[in-house]
Nanobody, 128 residues
């Protein structure tokens, strides 16, 4: 089982990045996928999740700027990030969830043990 994030890097404030999360080793289309981030000195937070049926959730801080999508044929979930801010600087992780609940509950309330698989994380740095 593997989740691999790509697409991070350094971008100026106001710029855009697209993160990809490529999955292998499990039945991808049956799982919810979430994007999390952890900034230095802060707790990890769920920022966007997408269910198997493409229902989505966004944390308020990214709503209107980030878009999550999935391509089951490619076993990949994307996070399109626009109008990036310095506060978006963090390590970003994708994770897979058994998808038994709503996208919001997955992102905000589900404990770590419900997220069966995690990527290694990728750095996003936004310069102001």
């Amino acid at each position: 089982v593997q989740l691999v994030e790509v697409g991070g890097g350094l971008v100026q404030a106001g710029g855009s990045l697209t993160l990809s999360c490529a999955a292998s080793g499990f039945t991808f289309e049956h799982y919810g996928i979430g994007w999390f981030r952890q900034a230095p000195g802060k707790e990890r937070e769920g920022i966007s999740c997408i269910k198997y049926d493409e229902t989505t959730y966004y944390r308020d801080s990214v709503k209107g700027r980030f878009t999550i999508s999935r391509d089951n044929a490619k076993n990949t979930v994307y996070l399109h990030m626009n109008n990036l801010e310095a506060e978006d600087t963090a390590v970003y992780y994708c994770a897979a969830h058994s998808d038994w609940t709503t996208a919001e509950v997955m992102c905000v309330q589900s404990p770590d043990y419900e997220w069966g698989y995690w990527g290694q994380g990728i750095q996003v740095t936004v310069s102001s």
